[in-house]
């Protein structure tokens, strides 16, 4: 039946109570193989759990370097667009104010479009050297 330690420690509990000793259950041993199967069970499970969510943790953080590489490449790329754009835009700015003053309309009409003032004569002469020589 039951180990006098035992009683005793049940009857501890209940105040010093007496407890008939068919009400009283033992306690699993520590070495109850249902016990240790259930304890390797919850271990188990509680590692995979663990296993599961360090590689979760693992994928989102290689996923968002990932990701932060893609953005400063493209980041890099803009900024180096911008800055010819802004070349672009103060040749532009100066092509304005050139473009405001009639003498310099005048010349580029002279040369793109052959246009001429009245009594003037133009020529056009190819600037081009010629590298064949005809026989």
């Known amino acids: 039946m039951l180990s006098e330690?035992?009683?005793?420690?049940?009857?501890?509990?209940?105040?010093?109570q007496a407890v008939h000793p068919?009400?009283?259950?033992?306690?699993?041993?520590?070495?109850?193989?249902?016990?240790?199967?259930?304890?390797?069970?919850?271990?188990?499970?509680?590692?995979?759990?663990?296993?599961?969510?360090?590689?979760?943790?693992?994928?989102?953080?290689?996923?968002?370097?990932?990701?932060?590489?893609?953005?400063?490449a493209e980041r890099d790329r803009l900024e180096h667009r911008l800055e010819s754009m802004k070349k672009n835009g103060s040749g532009l700015r100066l092509e304005i104010t050139r473009l405001k003053n009639p003498n310099y309309i005048a010349q580029i009409a002279r040369r793109d479009y052959f246009l001429s003032k009245k009594g003037e004569i133009l020529f056009h002469l190819d600037t081009k050297k010629k590298t064949e020589i005809p026989e």
């Open 22 to 72: 068919s009400l009283i259950k033992e306690t699993p041993m520590k070495g109850n193989p249902i016990r240790k199967r259930l304890l390797r069970r919850r271990l188990t499970l509680f590692g995979l759990i663990a296993v599961i969510t360090f590689s979760w943790m693992l994928y989102q953080e290689f996923s968002v370097k990932s990701i932060l590489a893609k953005k400063k």
């Open 5 to 16: 330690r035992t009683r005793l420690t049940y009857q501890r509990q209940f105040n010093n």
